[in-house]
């Protein structure tokens, strides 16, 4: 009984507690965690409120928050627009996108850091990763294209489905004909 009993104080004695303090170091405490992120919540909300305490009088100061203002959604309607417009017109979407493949790689560099400046350094980590995955998806088209004929061959509407192929025995189970008792029965009504 002692045994147990010192080693039950040995972890949990003292207000300790050994098995949460070793699994805390493999995940997070949840609660801790929680309030972690209350307090980060309530400074970024002071700072957003100190932003705006100071009073915009001047029309210099009004005209530069709503420039300011003006990118995001620019970027977002000029997005959807292209959307709309490779629906409406895909030949035209199509020759225009042929001339932005075009653009040197340079200038989507330069692009990249004056629509950072608006947006953060992070888009230019996205808009990257988005032109690997683009050009991933790019690299499958051709099997895709594959997939999709190989499909097609499948369909029991097109020509050669039921082509046996190579497959000798089955050629010749084809060919050959078969006891068929029904047939045979109305061959032998159609007679009389």
């Known amino acids: 009984m002692g045994l147990i009993q010192g080693f039950l104080s040995l972890m949990f004695g003292g207000g300790r507690n050994v098995i949460r303090e070793t699994a805390e ?15 980060v919540q309530g400074q970024a909300m002071q700072q957003f409120g100190a932003e705006f ?8 100061d009004r005209f530069m928050d709503g420039l300011n203002r003006l990118p ?16 409406v017109d895909p030949l035209w979407f199509a020759a ?9 790689e340079p200038l989507w560099w330069l692009l990249g850091v004056i629509v950072s400046f608006y947006f953060g350094a992070r888009h230019q980590v996205k808009a990257q990763q988005f032109q690997r995955e683009v050009a991933t998806t790019m690299a499958r088209v051709p099997q895709v294209m594959e997939n999709i004929d190989r499909l097609d ?3 029991a509407d097109s020509p050669g489905a039921a082509d046996p192929g190579p497959d000798v025995k089955l050629s010749i189970a084809v060919l050959s004909p078969e006891d068929n008792p029904a047939l045979e029965a109305w061959k032998a009504r159609r007679r009389r």
């Open 96 to 104: 225009r996108m042929q001339g932005i493949a075009l653009v040197p």
């Open 53 to 60: 305490a100071v009073p915009r009088a001047g029309w210099f």
């Open 153 to 155: 061959r499948m369909r």
């Open 72 to 87: 995001r959604p620019a970027l977002a309607l000029g997005t959807l627009g292209l959307f709309v417009t490779a629906m």
């Open 25 to 39: 170091v493999f995940t997070e405490n949840a609660e801790a965690g929680a309030k972690r992120a209350v307090s």
